[in-house]
């Protein structure tokens, strides 16, 4: 599994690795297992936000691992709903605190919105807040800082008004939904695409599609979506409870060929 322990290179210069285990819809009480797993079996990569609710849990399976801290590559998100510039730093050290560490690698902002008002104009807001992100980057409890969410008009109003362009942005990402115009924004300014909900948090999974071309690899439709984020140069964050699947999402060392690529490029499966 020698993927997970591969990375990228953020604008920061810091290593990311390409593949993160994603914690959302894993409530705290039940992320703690999951996390351990997914350490125990070499991911080194763990995706969580405030809102998720579970950091205490993510934060506890961190310790109890014994692994390094400069081994793990921890990122956690601002809430959405904080579009008020004065909260963001108390809302940060809450986060820090629950995890029960120093600083986290990556650092952003959930949503350009509220959840209860998606698409709402708070380009404002957003730029204050990032002002505020940027201060928390500075001061080192942040090693990067970036967005989720983010449209092109959204990174556009943070690239010229911030100091810092953003190292990421987290947008819903599988075959078939690849948001073309903000993932060539985002990779056009240096900004890496994580790619939240890889598999459509499970939707995609019995694709007859995807499933013809998973057999030919011998692979699972899961790893050949996994596959896919990365042959895209986005970074995938797959989700699960089940050790075969953390296990299975982590092996992924193939290759589509181009044909194959083309193919499932062409899909549509939203
Ligand atoms: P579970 O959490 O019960 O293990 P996404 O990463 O797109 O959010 O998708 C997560 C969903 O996909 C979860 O329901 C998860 O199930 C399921 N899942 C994750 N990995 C696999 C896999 N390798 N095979 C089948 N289902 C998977």
Not at 53 to 61: H, I, P
Not at 88 to 94: D, L, P, Q, R
Not at 112 to 137: F, L
Not at 220 to 238: E, G, K, M, N
Request: net charge negative; glycine share 6%; hydrophobic share 35%.
């Amino acid at each position: 599994m020698a993927i997970v322990t591969e990375t990228y290179t953020l604008n920061t210069g810091a290593k990311i690795h390409k593949i993160g285990f994603g914690t959302w819809q894993i409530p705290n009480g039940e992320a703690h297992d999951p996390v351990r797993i997914a350490l125990n079996v070499g991911y080194r990569h763990i995706d969580t936000a405030r809102v998720y609710g579970n950091e205490a849990n993510v934060g506890k399976a961190i310790k109890e691992s014994r692994i390094a801290r400069e081994d793990i590559f921890l990122t956690t998100k601002l809430p959405a709903d904080v579009k008020d510039a004065s909260k963001v730093e108390e809302t940060f050290e809450k986060s820090i605190s629950t995890l029960g560490v120093d600083y986290v690698d990556l650092y952003l902002i959930h949503a350009p919105w509220p959840w209860q008002e998606r698409g709402a104009d708070y380009t404002k807001e957003n730029i204050e807040v990032w002002q505020e992100m940027e201060k928390i980057y500075e001061s080192g409890r942040a090693k990067a800082i970036g967005v989720s969410n983010f449209d092109v008009d959204d990174l556009k109003a943070i690239l010229s008004h911030g100091k810092i362009v953003p190292a990421a942005n987290q947008i819903r990402w599988f075959i078939g939904s690849t948001q073309p115009e903000v993932t060539k924004f985002s990779k056009e300014n240096g900004i890496l695409v994580e790619a939240y909900s890889p598999l459509a948090t499970g939707r995609i999974l019995d694709h007859p599609d995807i499933k013809q071309i998973a057999d030919k690899y011998h692979k699972t439709v899961a790893q050949i979506s996994i596959r896919y984020c990365l042959q895209h140069d986005t970074l995938p964050l797959p989700k699960s409870t089940h050790e075969e699947y953390i296990i299975q999402n982590a092996d992924v060392d193939f290759e589509i060929n181009e044909e194959d690529m083309a193919r499932l490029d062409l899909l549509e499966s939203d």
